[in-house]
């Protein structure tokens, strides 16, 4: 099948990309196009408009900057991925990024894509949640920021305004244990269930504790109250059990072809039995 009929805009600048975005409600971007491209073939996406921002310099950049990373909306995946600034500062993202697609994939998809499309079974998504990252979004009133927390509205559904860009991440640096542990029927394929999860020790105690989770619901979960019980004791068996089972009770999975939802409830629990664990080694 081929996209339905639209018109194709490259912007230079991002004003240009802006001001397009702003006259056109239903314009679509184009960065990577790795989930763009299908939608459009598959005519689940019709645009009257797609905005190219390929060309608008600023976009593409990788840096760490006042214990935080900051990337740039239009950073490709594998960029972020094989980055020894990302390893060091924000090990999980790292992690993370190698569930995503394949190598070509992540050659060509940028991490402001992946966010803005809002997958909720998508590693990136979740990630951020879990991470506590902040997202800066440029539009016709000028820029705001937005907590990850906040930003994810539902299937496909971000705090995006008419006319916004989403145009920098800003992750803060991490020290601790991490893991991603997740469950897909191919290897590649998007998660029937992702748990990521991020453990600081203190005098053999939890310190802190960061769990989400991703394809256990209509946007990725923080599982606060897991990470609440773990917080201030050891990570015994008992305690990591019970972190795992206040995981599945967040959850509100969807039941499809591929998975009932009380299995995917099920596996979220044993996937975060199994990230502590890890994640509590390499503390």
Not at 14 to 22: N, Q, R, S, V
Not at 199 to 218: H, Y
């Amino acid at each position: 099948m081929k996209a339905a009929p639209f018109e194709y805009f490259r912007a230079t600048s991002l004003d240009d990309a802006i001001e397009a975005l702003a006259g056109t409600p239903d314009a679509r971007v184009l960065a990577g196009g790795q989930s763009l491209v299908p939608l459009l073939n598959l005519r689940q996406a019709r645009p009257s408009l797609v905005v190219d921002i390929n060309r608008v310099g600023g976009l593409s950049f990788l840096r760490e900057e006042n214990g935080r990373l900051e990337i740039g909306a239009l950073t490709r995946h594998r960029a972020v991925e094989t980055s020894g600034v990302v390893r060091s500062a924000v090990p999980l993202l790292a992690e993370a990024l190698g569930f995503v697609g394949h190598v070509a994939i992540r050659n060509r998809g940028t991490i402001g894509g992946s966010l803005a499309h809002a997958d909720p079974a998508a590693e990136l998504p979740a990630v951020m949640v879990a991470l506590d990252a902040e997202f800066a979004l440029h539009g016709p009133e000028g820029e705001r920021v937005v907590a990850a927390r906040d930003f994810f509205l539902g299937p496909y559904r971000t705090a995006l305004g008419p006319g916004e860009l989403l145009t920098r991440i800003s992750v803060p640096r991490h020290q601790g244990g991490w893991a991603v542990e997740e469950l897909s029927r191919r290897s590649r394929d998007l998660a029937l269930v992702a748990v990521f999860t991020t453990v600081t020790m203190s005098g053999g105690a939890c310190e802190t504790a960061r769990i989400a989770v991703a394809g256990a619901g209509p946007t990725p979960i923080r599982a606060t109250a897991a990470e609440e019980s773990l917080a201030g004791g050891p990570l015994t068996d008992d305690a990591i059990a019970l972190a795992a089972d206040l995981v599945a009770a967040a959850t509100d999975p969807p039941g499809d072809l591929h998975a009932p939802a009380d299995y995917r409830r099920e596996m979220a629990a044993v996937l975060t039995r199994r990230a502590i664990a890890r994640a509590k080694e390499g503390a």
